[in-house]
T-cell receptor, first 113, second 115 residues
Framework: DAGVTQSPTHLIKTRGQQVTLRCSPK?????VSWYQQALGQGPQFIFQ???????QRGNFPDRFSGHQFPNYSSELNVNALLLGDSALYLC????????????FGDGTRLSIL | AQSVSQHNHHVILSEAASLELGCNYS??????LFWYVQYPGQHLQLLLK??????LVKGIKGFEAEFIKSKFSFNLRKPSVQWSDTAEYFC?????????????FGTGTLLAVQP
């Protein structure tokens, strides 16, 4: 039974560039949430996707956008990268939008130079 | 706005010592409470959760937590830690009711257990 998978594992970008991170939810799950974990901090909620629509959003600028595909996988896009965007980006999936607990992936480590 | 405070940022213990990690949250309504653990290089794993009922909840690997509503606290405990418990521990809160599973995390506590 595949858990939550994220790609790539590590990514290095420069300021101003754009990045796309990918997530495949746990088998049978249709809801995907994204979190940003900066160094020394706890994860912060970015947004949640369900039925291919953004259902809830945290306090992140419009530079952060996402998408969910019919197979429930999801992408996180970040435009105009800033040094402060360096973080571990976590994807979590669940059976439905309110279900607990969620299952987390290993994350994508994004470094901005 | 909801928030979670973890007052212990770094904790160093010897094996067999007892552990208590503090967690306080701010939210006046019904909440679901969680403790997650992140071992080095691994993903977040659920240790235990509280939704309702008995305020003393038991989780995996001998961990337990007590929900004290009057103190807005959900402290994590373990009677005797092992070297393998070295990890980062996160307390998290979710607004109860099932409408959303958005989690608010604390800043984490890094636990180092010395053999």
């Amino acid at each position: 039974d595949a858990g939550v998978t994220q790609s790539p594992t590590h990514l290095i970008k420069t300021r101003g560039q754009q990045v796309t991170l990918r997530c495949s939810p746990k088998s049978g799950h249709d809801t995907v949430s994204w979190y940003q974990q900066a160094l020394g901090q706890g994860p912060q909620f970015i947004f949640q996707y369900y039925e291919e629509e953004e259902r809830q959003r945290g306090n992140f600028p419009d530079r952060f956008s996402g998408h969910q595909f019919p197979n429930y996988s999801s992408e996180l896009n970040v435009n105009a990268l800033l040094l402060g965007d360096s973080a571990l980006y976590l994807c979590a999936s669940s059976l439905w939008a309110g279900q607990q607990p969620q299952h987390f992936g290993d994350g994508t480590r994004l470094s901005i130079l | 706005a909801q928030s979670v405070s973890q007052h212990n940022h770094h904790v160093i213990l010897s094996e067999a010592a007892s552990l208590e990690l503090g967690c306080n949250y701010s939210y006046g309504g019904t909440v679901n409470l969680f403790w997650y653990v992140q071992y080095p290089g691994q993903h977040l794993q659920l240790l235990l959760k509280y939704f309702s009922g008995d305020p003393l909840v038991k989780g995996i690997k001998g961990f337990e937590a007590e929900f004290i509503k009057s103190k807005f606290s959900f402290n994590l405990r373990k009677p005797s830690v092992q070297w393998s418990d070295t990890a980062e521990y996160f307390c998290a809160v979710n607004q109860g009711g099932g409408a959303t599973n958005k989690l608010i995390f604390g800043t984490g506590t890094l636990l180092a257990v010395q053999p």
